[in-house]
């Protein structure tokens, strides 16, 4: 099992511009979820799907939109990027069942605004 | 709602040496807790969880953590720390029976010197 991939490792955006970041699991999971990091801010949640088709708000999801057409995938789509977006980005999913299954991450990506 | 709170920021300590990490909850419900590892440039992965039964939980990397009910508190220990332990830690907290959704405390940066 590749476990929860995540593309690009870098990236470097200017400001307007738009991107998309990739995610992928081969778990079977049905909880996939987007994380920003931040120095101090620990680990606050952008969006997050229950399953295909379903998603949701998380702490902080303003400028950040999510899909989920399959189980295995959950871009996360950056519409118009701000300096105030420069973070690192982290996918996790896990199966559901009431919150006693833990979260696999993946290796996270690393995006600059300037 | 859940929160959690790790109390230090950062914890430097030298080679073979104890260390503890200090975890403090809030919840009106029973809960689930969880200590993830995040080491330098990579995502976080599993160090142990607490679930039901015994309150001492082990995980790996010679990591221990005990659940404490009436202090709310699930502090990460470790006998004698090495070199390659310095990373940063985060516990989380998800309700049992309730959202899957896990709460992260904002992590605790472990500084390792010989």
């Known amino acids: 099992n590749a476990g929860v991939t995540q593309t690009p490792k870098f990236q470097v955006l200017k400001t307007g511009q738009s991107m998309t970041l990739q995610c992928a699991q081969d778990m079977n999971h049905e909880y996939m979820s987007w994380y920003r990091q931040d120095p101090g801010m620990g680990l606050r949640l952008i969006h997050y799907?229950?399953?295909?088709?379903?998603?949701d708000q998380g702490e902080v999801p303003n400028g950040y939109n999510v899909s989920r057409s399959t189980t295995e995938d959950f871009p996360l789509r950056l519409l118009s990027a701000a300096p105030s977006q420069t973070s690192v980005y982290f996918c996790?999913?896990?199966?559901?069942?009431?919150?006693?299954?833990?979260?696999?991450f993946g290796p996270g990506t690393r995006l600059t605004v300037l | 709602a859940q929160s959690v709170t790790q109390l230090d920021s950062q914890v430097p300590v030298f080679e073979e040496a104890p260390v503890e990490l200090r975890c403090n909850y809030s919840?009106?419900?029973?809960?689930?807790l969880f200590w993830y590892v995040q080491y330098p440039n990579q995502g976080l992965q599993l160090l142990l969880k607490y679930l039901s039964g015994s309150t001492l939980v082990k995980g790996i990397n010679g990591f221990e953590a005990e659940f404490n009910k009436s202090q709310t508190s699930f502090h990460l220990r470790k006998p004698s720390v090495h070199i390659s332990d310095t990373a940063e830690y985060f516990c989380?907290?998800?309700?049992?029976?309730?959202?899957?959704?896990?709460?992260f405390g904002r992590g605790t940066s472990l500084i390792v010197h010989p």
């Open positions: 989380a907290v998800s309700v049992q029976g309730g959202s899957y959704i896990p709460t």
């Open positions: 919840s009106s419900v029973s809960v689930y």
């Open positions: 996790a999913s896990s199966f559901t069942s009431g919150g006693a299954n833990e979260q696999f």
């Open positions: 799907s229950v399953g295909a088709g379903i998603t």
